[in-house]
């Protein structure tokens, strides 16, 4: 199983950017698909999660700004960010979960400028 996260740049602060997460098997095959950031010098923080169902969850920093979706027949998810913020800034991965194991993308670079 491959992710393969992409959609990263630069953008100023209030700016928006969509992050896909394309996976070489089928997304409904998932217990979860969630996305995960982190900063320089700092751990891996939890942003968002979508479940086969569509069911989404959000960090409470993100919650209002981002937005998870899916598209099951592109085994893709999306992560859409709005209203962008320096402290977004981080290098984003998406990480998926089938039984036991668990999947990790290679990560996008998302920098916001102020």
């Known amino acids: 199983v491959q992710l393969q996260a992409s959609g990263g740049g630069l953008v100023q602060a209030g700016g928006s950017l969509r992050l896909s997460c394309a996976a070489s098997?089928?997304?409904?095959?998932?217990?979860?698909v969630a996305w995960y950031r982190q900063a320089p010098g700092k751990q891996r923080d939890f942003v968002a999660t979508?479940?086969?169902?569509?069911?989404?969850n959000y960090a409470d920093s993100v919650k209002g700004r981002f937005t998870c979706s899916r598209d099951n027949a592109k085994n893709t998810v999306y992560l859409q960010m709005d209203s962008l913020k320096p402290e977004d800034t981080a290098v984003y991965y998406c990480?998926?979960?089938?039984?036991?194991?668990?999947?990790w993308g290679q990560g996008t670079q998302v920098t916001v400028s102020s």
């Open positions: 990480n998926s979960r089938r039984g036991l194991a668990i999947y």
């Open positions: 979508i479940t086969p169902g569509g069911g989404t």
């Open positions: 098997t089928s997304i409904l095959s998932f217990n979860y």
